[in-house]
């Protein structure tokens, strides 16, 4: 369950250093709450991630990895960084409402959306393995450049693959 946070933002990345000496009291895997109905969970990233990078938090040690086709089979929650992150940072990764999320060239709104060999990206191409339920495309991405466009996150998850626990 989150709550509200007085105080909170959700733009700030800490190191290992800052964290232990600027007082902050979060705990890893707490979840906040902002005005609009955001949800965030306080995560450390395990590796350097762009800003808008879709990955997945693993329960057990609340580490964020950029989302693939390799990294999902053992997705458990799905968010975004609304920040880019250095590996060993630790920040708010945003798990539910209106956010930006990047995806490959000609992305189609509206359409199921799936996991890419590019970290931290998503495509409209089946042929990347697993769907991403719960992430909806508010536009169409024109160029055939990747870009970060405008989304809705409504409880994200991987659909797995037959076969696969």
Known sequence: MSHPLIGTNVSDVLTTSNLQTSGKAFKLGQRVQTHDGKQYVWCKNLSSNAVYSVGTIDGSNWNFVGLTTTTAASAETIGVLQVAMASDEYGWVQVQGRTKIKVLG???KNIILWTTSTAGSLDDATASNYAV???NLLSTN???TATALSAFLV?????KRAGTA
Do not use: D, F, V
């Open 142 to 144: 024109p160029s055939s």
């Open 133 to 135: 339920l719960g992430i």
């Open 155 to 159: 409880n994200p998850q991987i659909l």
């Open 106 to 108: 000609l992305c189609a």
